[in-house]
């Protein structure tokens, strides 16, 4: 029996505009799970973030937060509700110390939680050593680490987390990617958009491919051969 879902997603579209970029998304996130989303460049997997985040608003159909629905509530009601995103590119506060950059994460916190100042510079020690250092003047692999710890100081139970190893050396991504069995041992679920198929079979319990607005393919690592992966991201033609 599978656990019941934390996320629960269902006919899904989303617009820009005259522009549609989700064409009935149907997805779900177990309590405890991690999955990834992987597909090419503009299908759509930013946009499903973003629109689960309440930072694009849907067009049609539901997302479910532990079976309350949350299509309507805005982004900020949505972090309260305990889904906390770490977006492409980092978005760091660049005048602003690592400490405040963490601290600012915390101004959206309701939930007791385990995810302290403490809790992230234990997952990433070097961020304790830097933790005076603007953001500005640190490594991009120490961003990263930044813009993860900031969304865990909200105490999510949902961490969404969109190409945190875009741009980053493989030694930097392995650290990276080192804390999730580490933040899903703390209870959080987890959604990670990755563009490297190698790096979302590892990490994930379960993996969703995207190709136009649509998924293509979704299933267990172990059961999703390579043909089937390369037919669903690049489509049979
Ligand atoms: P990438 O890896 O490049 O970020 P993606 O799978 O995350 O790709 P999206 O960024 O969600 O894809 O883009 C899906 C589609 O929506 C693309 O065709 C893209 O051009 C379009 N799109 C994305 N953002 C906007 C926007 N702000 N305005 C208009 N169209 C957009």
Not at 133 to 153: E, F, H, N
Not at 201 to 227: F, H, K, N, W
Request: aromatic content about 6%; glycine content about 10%; hydrophobic content about 45%.
């Amino acid at each position: 029996t599978r656990a019941a879902p934390i996320i629960e997603i269902a006919r899904l579209t989303a617009h820009y505009g005259d522009f549609q970029a989700l064409f009935g998304v149907d997805m779900r996130l177990g309590v405890g799970e991690t999955i990834a989303i992987i597909g090419a460049n503009g299908a759509g997997k930013t946009t499903l973030m973003r629109t689960i985040a309440g930072i694009v608003s849907a067009s049609s159909g539901t997302i479910q937060l532990d079976g309350r629905p949350i299509t309507a509530l805005s982004a900020p009601e949505i972090v309260m509700a305990g889904v906390a995103m770490v977006p492409e590119g980092r978005k760091l506060f660049p005048s602003l110390s690592v400490e405040e950059n963490l601290l600012i994460g915390a101004y959206a916190r309701k939930a007791a939680g385990d995810w302290t100042l403490d809790a992230v510079y234990g997952l990433f020690p070097i961020l304790r050593e830097r933790r005076n250092s603007p953001g500005t003047a640190l490594s991009g692999g120490q961003q990263q680490m930044v813009a993860i710890g900031r969304a865990l100081m909200s105490n999510p139970r949902v961490l969404l987390c969109d190409e945190i190893s875009l741009g980053l050396a493989p030694v930097v991504i392995r650290d990276i990617y080192a804390a999730v069995p580490k933040i899903k041992a703390s209870g959080t679920s987890i959604v990670v958009v990755e563009q490297d198929v190698g790096q979302a079979l590892q990490i994930a319990d379960r993996v969703y491919c995207m190709m136009e607005g649509r998924v293509t393919l979704e299933g267990s690592p172990a059961d999703l051969s390579r043909a089937a992966i390369h037919d669903a991201y690049f489509g049979v033609s």
